[in-house]
């Protein structure tokens, strides 16, 4: 089954405790994204990656660094979350490198930072 | 301020129902995508409409893009329970890398109760 595989799904983490969500993906796509969903704010996009060992800035990296060392794989790290750090994450991937297809999101980790 | 503008927030309507939801910018766009999400999953794309005024039709939903391709709306005919959802817009901007970013919507939450 194609899909987009996020962990963990739930996370309750404390300030400064370094952590990383996982993201992997099955259908060979070449563009991954992280994105952060806050009420009212819709989907913002924390990073982006064109293809293996291309990652850029969206609109709201800090705090947060990604790799992207094999293709099917986009974690996000938090070296040292903060409270405004909480928030619904979802990766995401698409087909082409330049994005202008569909977007395959991942069912989400909820992170609460305390 | 948000990029993408949509109204309304929330929707909450009977079964049987037409509504429609708007997603509004001053910024001109490539082409504007809806997704729709549902509680614990991340959204799914439902259609992507690219030429000034285009009419797209999904069963009982029809979308519309501005002829200026600035704005965009959703138009839902005799609403079902099952249409019940989060509605996101997301309209894409080609970067410099020649990329695209989606840049989405606050979305609009949608209760049709049976």
């Known amino acids: 089954e194609a899909q987009v595989t996020q962990n963990p799904r739930y996370l309750i983490t404390v300030t400064g405790k370094k952590l990383t969500v996982t993201c992997s993906q099955n259908m060979n796509h070449e563009y991954m994204s992280w994105y952060r969903q806050d009420p009212g704010l819709g989907l913002r996009q924390i990073y982006y990656s064109m293809n293996v060992e291309v990652t850029d800035k969206g609109d709201v990296p800090e705090g947060y660094k990604v790799s992207r060392k094999e293709k099917r794989n986009f974690p996000l790290i938090l070296e040292s979350p903060s409270p405004n750090q909480t928030s619904l994450y979802f990766c995401?991937?698409?087909?082409?490198?330049?994005?202008?297809?569909?977007?395959?999101f991942g069912e989400g980790s909820r992170l609460t930072v305390l | 301020t948000q990029l993408l503008e949509q109204s309304p927030q929330f929707l909450s309507i009977q079964e049987g129902e037409n509504l429609t939801v708007y997603c509004n910018s001053s910024s001109v766009f490539s082409s504007l995508q809806w997704y729709r999400q549902e509680p614990g999953e991340g959204p799914v794309l439902l259609v992507t409409?690219?030429?000034?005024?285009e009419v797209k039709k999904l069963k009982r939903l029809t979308f519309q893009f501005g002829d200026a391709r600035k704005d965009s709306s959703l138009h839902i005919t005799a609403a079902q329970p099952g249409d019940t959802g989060l509605y996101l817009c997301?309209?894409?901007?080609?970067?410099?890398?020649?990329?695209?970013?989606?840049?989405f919507g606050g979305g609009t939450r949608l209760m049709v109760k049976p």
């Open positions: 409409v690219v030429t000034g005024g």
């Open positions: 997301a309209g894409a901007k080609r970067l410099w890398n020649a990329g695209n970013m989606l840049t």
């Open positions: 995401a991937s698409s087909f082409d490198e330049r994005n202008t297809g569909e977007l395959f």
